[in-house]
């Protein structure tokens, strides 16, 4: 197998999941045991790519523990989380893109089945799962296998997941793109996605198709504790959550 690297994005606030987050990163978060982001790193591992980028901001310290768990782990700040989108975790790695095929992948997913990453990749991918009817998330549109536009909102078809693959040669047309974006005025509000879809005309990327139920990601409060019912004692006990008193009156 080729070498391969990969680069999680942990940098946001988790803005969604207040007030859990006031006091831990959303990839910090535990589901049911498991922490969301070793869920991805250890998917990863076992699929044998040899370094991953942890991209890190808010609460940046403490993943620290990541470092001393996972050898292949390397925590890389992104100075400007607060100020850009998520163009800036990957502009934060772009040194290290185009030496080796890559993994760009969201780190507040729930990784259920990691047999998805045993996947034999010869060409760029997203890993995508198909949603009948409307979807406000990320879509792709496609011609045949191969994604022709990446947009938010559409009708039967394919959704994000939170995992990318780039070949060495692909990751180097993405990073040489964002390197001469990042600094031009309205650009601070892109997501790399976005960068990804004005270079669909000089490289091919494909669905990968994955089961709805291969990853799970986690958006709000109220989906955390679908997934894992000791959340919901503790949100019933912060008075300054907003989603308490929904969450209460369900139960009651």
């Not at 768990?69 to 502009?91: A, F, G, M, P, R």
């Not at 729930?110 to 409307?134: E, Q, T």
């Not at 031009?184 to 669909?200: A, R």
Request: charged share 25%; net charge negative; with cysteine.
């Amino acid at each position: 197998m080729r070498q391969e690297i990969a680069v999680l994005m942990a940098a946001g606030l988790g803005s969604r999941m207040r007030p859990l987050t006031e006091k831990i990163p959303k990839p910090l978060v535990t589901v049911n045991g498991k922490v969301l982001i070793e869920t991805m790193i250890e998917g990863l591992l076992q699929r044998g790519v040899r370094r991953i980028y942890v991209v890190v901001g808010y609460k940046k310290d403490m993943f620290g523990y990541l470092q001393g768990k996972y050898s292949q782990v390397t925590l890389v700040e992104n100075k400007d989380y607060q100020v850009k989108n998520n163009i800036s975790s990957i502009y934060a790695v772009c040194e290290y893109l185009g030496d080796a095929d890559c993994f760009i992948c969201e780190s507040d997913i729930l990784v259920k089945n990691p047999d998805i990453f045993r996947a034999s990749l010869s060409h760029s991918c997203y890993y995508a799962k198909m949603v009948k009817g409307y979807s406000s998330d990320w879509i792709f549109e496609t011609r045949g296998n191969r994604i022709v536009h990446i947009q938010k909102g559409g009708t039967d078809l394919y959704n994000m997941t939170g995992i990318a693959f780039l070949t060495q040669r692909d990751s180097k047309v993405l990073k040489e793109k964002i390197q001469s974006l990042y600094n031009c005025p309205g650009t601070e509000n892109l997501f790399w996605d976005e960068v990804m879809d004005q270079i669909l005309d000089q490289i091919e990327v494909r669905i990968n198709k994955v089961s709805k139920d291969a990853l799970i990601e986690i958006d709000t409060v109220e989906e955390l504790v679908a997934l894992d019912a000791s959340y919901e004692e503790w949100l019933c006990k912060n008075d300054e959550s907003k989603v308490r008193a929904t969450i209460c009156e369900q139960r009651n």
